[in-house]
């Protein structure tokens, strides 16, 4: 931004509908290397903005949002200790310089936000005594010191265009060594922009010496800088965006969503500790079609009143230079974040050898420009070999005579000075540490060593260029082996994917627990011991929730998770089965057994007075729900949709969610032997051992089992019968 950019965008802040006085600070945050941003309650419109600062850069209202960092950095947190909850009080602009101080009210307490938008500026915090709370970035120049604790220094000021005199700028003029146009830019913050505008709107040339101008056209300059300023000292600003045609032709005109208007909010007693960050992003994201940047063309420049020099460029007004400035700026800066994470995002996708084959890649590239340049200067000394000649001659001719590197330099620069000479303005630079001359040979620029021969120089290009050409052999090697490694890789690779199981595995509260999924979707849990019991009844069970229980002790605590719906009959029946199956009935070897449901708030640990209650044991209070001569079965399966994990429970639910269904009844193996039959029967059906390990080895089927002794009455999916596992075995 220039200093008649920030003139106009703190008119624009400072008073109008645009205004930001009397706006309440909320959160700060820091999005970028040199940016924060500032969310705002504004009452006058009675909604929220967000004020985006960015060093040396700009200072804008902006739709265009980066994501709130999840850990707040140093800065923005002391900002929030110092202004957050505080009142903006006044916006203005140091002299014509390109500096915004914002002061900001707090409890009384009068602090001020300095942002500096000039080439290594900063941004800064002082008290009402202009003291340095906190900078930004700590730094230290030659006559500042932007350090905590330091009485806050302004650069040293320059002439304001806005309040110069006639008188004053004949003073600048007459004291110039530069041309005309140089001078304004320098010495009255115009830039080059703004000075350039200057001479397009008077008929003085730009070029001339500013000491050879004349009173008169001093004084058309004068009139021009006043007739170009008139809208910064009128407030009248007209805000556009000025475009040129784009080198892609063919690409379609850019949309661009802004936020959804607000529908007449109120501040809620405590606006700034209301909602969350996520939520007040969220809320700032909601987006509507607004703007489109014509088919062909891209942003030139964003200026916030008419110049004549784009009278025939296309343009784009808008109501304010803020929405302006965030087209230019707040859009384009948010596009760089998008690309740069794509281009992260596409690095982490890349393996180690696809890695290191774009960093082989990059240096072969590399090495051939060092030896298209190398080779380019070797050839050009010799093509300019009388020229080089006459320079070695000069320089040695000089050295001989006993000149100093120091008076040799100090005659060259008078002699550019004085007279246009191609020989002398040949010469760039001189480095008397190691004698030699860097010239510019019109194609390239070359560094001629006075103490050797024009072949010793142009050999030295030579050597260089072949150093590069044997280590861009080596690079090339380098890279035959990487892709030999990335192909070993791909065919690893398909030998992997010939398996056509996926491994999804996830962590559950409930895998310490027994459990299964009903064949209606609802989840049932189950205690282990009596540790597990006290657990589910303490953690997980709920008031709304279905709790089953055998007539006799030594079974698990089983509880369907309702979650407030109604669960219906065949859920229940698979709960009774898994009840009773996983009871102490199945360990004594019975085909049958009893049980009972009741709500969860029908259980609890309070005893009836002089009553004890152990470990795992509840009481039961109200009428139960009796289930009769419920069948001893259950079954293992693999579930491979939406996981890959081994499953168990009553046969209906397990065939509902799972392949390769085994079913079991109360037998003669105990747990680990049955577990490990049920593991080579499934070595049958699934081919990739290494996957089946994973998702159902022996030990994880045995956490399947009921107590006590089983065996199979029905191989995988009615496949294998009890005798056939029994020859197997």
């Not at 950095?73 to 602009?93: A, C, D, N, S, Y």
């Not at 932007?146 to 003029?173: H, M, W």
């Not at 229940?572 to 996983?582: D, G, M, P, R, W």
Request: neutral net charge.
């Amino acid at each position: 931004m220039t200093s008649a950019d920030v003139s106009a965008i703190v008119a624009e802040l400072s008073a109008g509908e645009k205004t930001l006085i009397d706006a309440k600070i909320d959160k700060i945050y820091q999005t970028g290397e040199n940016e924060i941003r500032i969310n705002l309650y504004v009452h006058k419109r009675k909604g929220r903005e967000d004020l985006i600062i960015e060093s040396g850069v700009r200072l804008h209202l902006s739709k265009y949002l980066k994501e709130s960092p999840k850990i707040p950095q140093g800065f923005p947190m002391l900002l929030r200790k110092h202004i957050m909850g505080g009142r903006i009080t006044f916006i203005e602009q140091h002299q014509f310089d390109r500096i915004i101080k914002i002061g900001v009210v707090r409890g009384g307490e009068e602090t001020i936000l300095v942002a500096e938008l000039f080439s290594r500026g900063n941004i800064i915090l002082l008290d009402k005594n202009e003291k340095i709370i906190l900078p930004f970035k700590p730094v230290t120049f030659k006559d500042r010191r932007i350090r905590s604790g330091e009485t806050y220094e302004l650069p040293a000021e320059q002439f304001n265009p806005l309040k110069t005199s006639v008188d004053e700028i004949k003073s600048v003029c007459q004291n110039s060594d530069k041309d005309a146009i140089r001078t304004l830019a320098n010495n009255f913050n115009l830039g080059g922009l703004y000075s350039e505008e200057v001479f397009k709107r008077c008929p003085v040339d730009k070029s001339k010496p500013a000491k050879d101008l004349t009173d008169a056209e001093i004084e058309q300059i004068y009139a021009a800088i006043s007739e170009m300023l008139k809208p910064v000292k009128t407030g009248n600003f007209k805000p556009a965006l000025i475009l040129k045609e784009s080198k892609n032709k063919t690409g379609a005109g850019t949309s661009v969503a802004a936020p959804a208007p607000q529908q007449n909010p109120t501040e809620p007693a405590q606006s700034a500790d209301t909602k969350t960050d996520a939520e007040k992003d969220a809320e700032n994201k909601e987006k509507k079609p607004e703007f489109k940047l014509p088919d062909g063309f891209e942003i030139a420049d964003v200026v916030a009143f008419d110049l004549v020099q784009y009278k025939d460029q296309k343009k784009i007004e808008f109501p304010s230079f803020s929405e302006a400035l965030d087209e230019a700026f707040g859009k384009t800066a948010l596009e760089a974040i998008v690309v740069k994470k794509e281009e992260v995002k596409h690095e982490k996708k890349l393996g180690i050898f696809e890695r290191r084959l774009k960093q082989q890649t990059d240096t072969i590239e590399k090495f051939n420009r060092e030896i298209e340049k190398n080779t380019k200067i070797a050839e050009s000394i010799y093509a300019n070999y009388q020229f080089v000649e006459s320079l070695i001659a000069v320089f040695a001719s000089s050295r001989e005579k006993g000149y100093s590197w120091d008076e040799i330099i100090k005659i060259i620069n008078a002699a550019k000075k004085e007279q246009k000479n191609e020989f002398i303005d040949s010469i760039i630079s001189i480095q008397p540490a190691d004698s030699s001359v860097t010239v510019d040979l019109k194609d390239c620029k070359a560094t001629i060593d006075i103490k050797k021969t024009i072949p010793q120089n142009a050999n030295v290009y030579y050597d260089a260029a072949k150093k590069f050409m044997k280590k861009k052999e080596g690079a090339e090697k380098a890279i035959l082996d990487t892709k030999s490694a990335i192909e070993k890789k791909e065919k690893d690779k398909d030998k992997k994917s010939a398996s056509q199981y996926v491994l999804k595995r996830k962590k559950h509260w409930f895998d310490r627990f027994k459990w299964f999924y009903s064949s209606d979707g609802f989840l049932v849990v189950g205690g282990r011991d009596s540790d597990t019991n006290e657990e589910i009844f303490k953690k997980y069970m709920e008031k709304r929730d279905w709790v089953f229980h055998t007539q006799y002790p030594g079974a698990p605590l089983t509880v369907i998770k309702t979650e407030g719906k109604e669960v219906p009959r065949s859920t229940i029946e698979e709960a009774a089965t898994f009840a009773v199956s996983h009871s102490s009935i199945w360990k004594a070897g019975g085909s049958s057994g009893d049980c009972y449901m009741v709500k969860g708030e029908q259980v609890t640990k309070t005893p009836e007075s002089g009553e004890y209650i152990t470990k795992g044991s509840f009481v039961i209070r109200g009428e139960r729900q009796y289930f009769n001569n419920v069948v001893l079965e259950l079954a293992v399966g693999i579930e491979l949709a939406d996981e890959t994990r081994v499953i168990g429970g009553p046969i209906s639910a397990v065939k509902a969610r799972g392949k390769h269904v085994i079913e079991i009844a109360p037998g003669k193996f105990n747990q680990n032997d049955l577990s490990k039959k049920i593991y080579r029967l499934y070595m049958n059906e699934i081919k990739d051992q290494k996957f089946l390990k994973q998702i159902a080895s022996p030990d994880q089927i045995a956490m399947m089992m009921p107590p006590g002794e089983s065996d199979i009455r029905s191989g995988p999916d009615g496949k294998k019968s009890a005798d056939d596992a029994g020859e197997e075995e």
